[in-house]
């Protein structure tokens, strides 16, 4: 069973930059789809982006769009999220989480994905 593993969230400025990773325990990511979703206090758990196993098809949100990236490394078995030109509405929790291996459409739902990790905070506040 994947195990997604978040890093890399932290206190950042308005304006500033920061890039998660989604590292893969247990077993590898191999060819899955991975998504990032994010969660704000008293808020759903939105979408973020999402990549495919072999990294040519994407999807961003709207509300990200010009400022995120999502990349991965097969080899490193990781999922990257880059994020720029942050503002306050970016905070939140940030999760990484795995679709199962048969399943490769790049869905926006979080209920398509079966593995999750713990989540990493975001903070963007001057």
């Known amino acids: 069973q994947v195990q997604p593993v978040e890093s890399g969230g932290g206190l950042v400025p308005p304006g500033g930059s920061l890039r998660l990773s989604c590292a893969a325990s247990?077993?590898?990511?191999?060819?899955?789809?991975v998504g990032w979703f994010r969660q704000a206090p008293g808020k759903e758990r939105e979408f973020v982006a999402v990549i495919s196993g072999s990294g040519g098809n994407i999807l961003l949100a709207d509300s990200v769009k010009g400022r995120f990236t999502i990349s991965r490394d097969n080899a490193k078995n990781t999922v990257y999220l880059q994020m720029n030109s942050l503002n306050p509405e970016d905070t939140a929790v940030y999760y990484c989480a795995a679709r199962v291996a048969y399943s490769t459409s790049t869905s926006v739902y979080p209920s398509a994905y079966n593995y999750w990790g713990r989540g990493t905070q975001v903070t963007v506040s001057s």
């Open positions: 247990g077993h590898t990511f191999d060819s899955r789809v």
